[in-house]
């Protein structure tokens, strides 16, 4: 006897939990599959971010910052330590407990919206009268609607497949037992960037590997140098250009290796010994089990599932989210999707605007940015103005002895519209957001520059580098 709903979610991560508890509140019977597994074998919801991606990895980002501000910075405020030392598993535990504090958060959310939900992989059985049957376990459901929201796994190098214990993608990333002396990393993205930060923080030596001629290239050029240069500053090694070719892992054990042979960019071969290798070259779209095949869904060759504007699939009531289709990978993105297609369900005009989606990368300094970078309007061949303010003129940066990287606004020059805002440095996350409002409304830089900051604050940064696009910064 199957459960009859109205909305079946597939995935509980970011884009399924969210979009389950919109259609809820909407007034929509509502089931939502997910399979992760905590330690003890229970339902773990929030998919990839919440398990093994996003929360995670802030957490170990917040303690390695706590530890290197005691071991290089405390002293600087007259605060003096005596022997300063790192317990790896209590740090891991405090990352556990973060991550069930969440998982338990998703699942109180489901009962405070009437959201029912099952625990195991949901896939797909067959179409029936005026909907679709989904299998989870035992158990047979049907729904008028389905949303996909199954997410990403990891992109494996195919000479160096994931053991988890020697070579790691993120989630072995987020477990390492004790600080590598020497960690290597194959790839600069935010994953390997973030990884490779929180270890090289606690004392390891890392080689980053990345195959492209430039540093974040999805990155403002300027603030993308600007980052670079302070990550070499503080110790990470940052090779571009590379070809990777074998990769050998000795045995497991106290003092195996993984050594990896590459060429750099003049084509000079090399080997770099490491006692643990990250792999951090992207994602791919996760559809494995999903049974897509038997009911005719359509898939693209890179295995996403194929969807219009308004993330509906080739099949009547099925639609997809987040990073099983197109678009940037982005937790956010996943979320206003999933809100998206619950309002759309609904007869309402779901919106999202792929112009102001916020990227960050939460290394130190941090890095965020949204709209278009200078050489995106250079190669479109648009008329732009641009102005930048350092943090290292911010009394708030100064006072927090974090004054690396600056404030970047490019706007049009006709119009004075905001086409994009870049940042590197301090607490660039939660700055990002004012400029995500302006863009949604078309704001002017003008119109940032002509809006009462608090004194002191880094957002004043925000301020000037808007003032600096009419060249008339007040502290600079």
């Not at 459901?141 to 053991?163: E, H, M, Y």
Request: net charge neutral.
């Amino acid at each position: 006897m199957s459960k009859n709903f109205d909305v079946i979610v597939i995935g509980g991560g970011p884009g399924g939990y969210i979009g389950a508890i919109r259609a809820a509140q909407l007034g929509f019977s509502t089931a939502c599959i997910d399979e992760w597994k905590n330690a003890a074998g229970g339902p773990a919801p929030g998919g990839t971010c919440t398990n093994v991606g996003c929360i995670p990895s802030k957490a170990l980002l917040q303690s390695s910052e706590h530890y290197e501000q005691a071991a290089h910075h405390f002293a600087d405020h007259g605060i003096g330590l005596k022997d300063l030392s790192i317990d790896v598993k209590k740090m891991l535990g405090r990352k556990e407990t973060v991550v069930k504090q969440n998982n338990e958060g998703i699942l109180y959310l489901f009962k405070k919206n009437k959201v029912a939900f099952f625990h195991g992989r949901g896939s797909f059985v067959k179409a029936v009268d005026g909907g679709w049957e989904i299998a989870v376990g035992e158990e047979v459901l049907t729904a008028k609607q389905v949303i996909v929201a199954t997410g990403s796994s990891a992109r494996a190098l195919p000479q160096a497949p994931f053991d988890e214990e020697m070579v790691l993608s993120n989630d072995g990333a987020l477990r390492l037992g004790a600080v590598p002396k020497k960690l290597a990393l194959i790839g600069s993205g935010v994953i390997g960037l973030e990884m490779g930060s929180v270890w090289r923080r606690l004392g390891a030596e890392v080689t980053v590997l990345e195959a492209l001629p430039t540093f974040l290239g999805a990155v403002d050029e300027q603030i993308a140098k600007e980052a670079h240069k302070a990550f070499t500053k503080q110790g990470l090694k940052i090779e571009l250009g590379v070809q990777v070719g074998d990769v050998k892992v000795g045995k497991k054990g106290a003092h195996s290796q993984v050594t990896v042979a590459y060429t750099d960019a003049k084509g000079a071969a090399h080997k770099l010994d490491a006692d643990r290798l990250i792999v951090s070259i992207g994602r791919v779209p996760n559809t494995t089990g999903l049974n897509a095949e038997a009911v005719g869904l359509k898939l693209d060759e890179r295995g996403a599932i194929v969807v219009d504007d308004e993330c509906r699939t080739n099949l009547p009531g099925v639609w997809a989210v987040g990073d099983v289709v197109r678009g940037p990978m982005l937790a956010h993105k996943a979320e206003e999707e999933g809100v998206a297609v619950a309002e759309r369900m609904a007869g309402q005009h779901g919106h999202v605007n792929f112009n102001t989606i916020p990227w960050v990368i939460y290394t130190s300094p941090e890095i965020a940015w949204v709209g278009q970078t200078e050489q995106q309007l250079k190669a479109a061949g648009r008329a732009y103005k641009a102005g930048t303010f350092p943090f290292m003129a911010n009394g708030r940066a100064r006072a927090l002895g974090d004054t690396t990287g600056m404030v970047k606004f490019l706007a049009d020059a006709a119009s004075d519209e905001i086409l994009g805002v870049h940042i590197v440095g301090p607490m660039a996350s939660e700055l990002i957001a004012e400029a995500v409002v302006a863009m949604e409304f078309r704001a002017s830089s003008e119109d940032i520059a002509r809006i009462c900051h608090a004194h002191p604050s880094l957002s004043e940064a925000t301020k000037e580098a808007a003032l600096a696009v009419d060249k008339r910064t007040l502290n600079f």
